[in-house]
């Protein structure tokens, strides 16, 4: 009964850290830009580009290419996946789109270079980029028939105007990228504190010694802990919803007074979560950030520019975004809670112990506690930089690095809510058996296999899998 009640306890301390670390400047802009995608981006643009009829050369680079600019785990990546999804992008491409995006983006390969080195970063970029596009290829391949039906019954929805977007929606999801970017992206302009004031609070460092005590950090474990900046996010975060429930679910008929109020306490809470609010000895301790005045400065822009729209049209945006919240956020915080539970019973010995060496158990144990023992964006570097001092071989440290942004479990429940148990589960087994497959090669080279061998190897290992889709293929039909 203990153990069930520790459990427990650590699933509540895993979601209430991730809610408050995690949600507000990352997940919240980004449900709000699927939702503008679903609403203000015609579906034959993203056809264009991204469809199965799209020219190969083009879709999937593209779609590798919006990845790459997106500093976001695997949890705000799915808002946008499910947005290009269902706006008519192809399965293999808007499956490179997810793979790349986490694994691969510009500041992940910057940090991966300066905290491992370069040839982590380097081997990381051209991993990621050959078996993003290749899971995409694979995945379209396989389910091509179930594809078909799918693109088919959008063709025969009646079409308006040639596909070009508007440049008034053009710049309305610039601006929400903007604002998902400046509260996510580490910069030292975004960073630099500019001024701050004491809030003087003779119990603050009690409270925060408490929330210690209740969520303590374990970094080992990544269990971030909870501070009381975070507590109050939370607070905000469960207002903002009371408010949505009416106010943003309710919109497709009419816009109603949860609707503004709703909108308000997002920016605001946004704002907020945007100050650095510490404690201090005597007190609370509010900083003004570079990310403050960015966050700010892009929510206000973004009213002038609502003012352009007719309000049918943001009234389908507002719309769309409750949809994708509730479609995916459940499903989140499900997720999160039981890599809580789980994460209370395994032991980062028992990985270290495994993966000293490039074998292929190494290489799954690191794929295994990519899943398992999920780190937001960014994170899963400095754990590895930390294994790395422990012991850990370079090839299963790369097949950690290539699936832990990739496969955590809350990621893998949204991703099947949205295209299907069967197509969400061939998914995650190809990304273990590429990342696996991914850290044998880089172990191998690191322990100075010739590059011919390895290149014969990896290719005669293409083959087959390439042989044994054919023969699939040629079985269907």
């Not at 986490?102 to 940090?111: E, R, T």
């Not at 019954?153 to 990228?177: S, T």
């Not at 929510?299 to 002038?304: F, N």
């Amino acid at each position: 009964m203990e153990i069930l009640i520790t459990a427990f306890q650590s699933g509540l301390a895993s979601l209430a850290s991730y809610l408050a670390a995690h949600v507000l400047l990352c997940l919240v802009p980004a449900f709000f830009i699927a939702g503008a995608l679903s609403a203000l981006v015609p579906q034959e643009s993203v056809i264009r580009y991204l469809g199965p009829e799209a020219p190969k050369w083009q879709s999937y680079p593209a779609a590798a290419g919006a990845g790459s600019l997106l500093a976001v785990c695997s949890c705000t990546i799915q808002p946008l996946f499910a947005g290009i999804y269902a706006k008519g992008a192809g399965l293999g491409p808007a499956i490179t789109f997810l793979f790349f995006a986490p694994a691969a983006n510009i500041l992940a390969l910057s940090y991966t270079g300066v905290a491992l080195g370069a040839d982590f970063a380097i081997a990381r970029i051209v991993l990621a980029l050959c078996f993003g596009i290749g899971i995409g290829l694979l995945m379209a391949i396989l389910f091509r028939r179930g594809e078909s039906a799918r693109l088919a019954a959008m063709a025969a929805m009646p079409r308006l105007g040639n596909g070009d977007i508007p440049r008034r929606n053009l710049g309305f999801l610039a601006v929400l990228v903007a604002l998902l970017i400046a509260g996510t992206l580490k910069l030292d302009v975004l960073s630099a504190p500019l001024a701050s004031a004491l809030l003087p609070w003779d119990g603050a460092v009690g409270a925060q010694a408490a929330f210690d005590r209740w969520v303590p950090v374990n970094t080992l474990k990544g269990e971030e802990g909870l501070s009381l900046h975070g507590v109050l996010l939370i607070g905000l975060l469960l207002a903002i919803g009371a408010a949505a429930w009416r106010g943003l679910g309710e919109v497709d008929r009419g816009w109603n007074r949860a609707t503004p109020l709703a909108l308000g306490l997002t920016a605001a809470t946004l704002v907020f979560a945007a100050l650095g609010l510490r404690v201090g000895a005597d007190g609370l301790v509010l900083t003004i950030t570079g990310r403050t005045l960015a966050v700010a400065a892009l929510c206000a822009v973004l009213l002038p520019l609502a003012r352009r729209f007719d309000a049918w049209d943001m009234q389908q945006w507002l719309w769309e975004t409750w949809r994708f919240v509730r479609l995916i956020f459940p499903l989140l915080v499900v997720g999160v809670f039981l890599v809580g539970v789980v994460r209370r019973f395994i032991q980062p010995e028992w990985i270290q112990a495994i993966a000293g060496s490039n074998t292929v158990l190494a290489n799954l144990a690191g794929v295994v506690f990519g899943v398992f023992m999920y780190f937001p964006t960014l994170v899963e570097v400095p754990i590895a930089k930390m294994f790395l001092s422990l012991g850990m071989h370079p090839g299963p440290l790369i097949a950690y690095l290539m699936a832990d942004p990739e496969l955590s479990l809350q990621s893998i429940l949204i991703t099947s809510a949205i295209i299907g148990k069967l197509k969400a589960w061939t998914y995650v087994g190809l990304v273990a058996l590429f990342s696996t497959l991914a850290g044998l090669c880089y172990g191998a080279w690191v322990d100075g296999t010739p590059p011919t061998v390895l290149a014969l190897a990896l290719g005669g290992g293409l083959a087959c899998l390439l042989l044994a889709l054919h023969f699939i293929e040629r079985k269907r039909s």
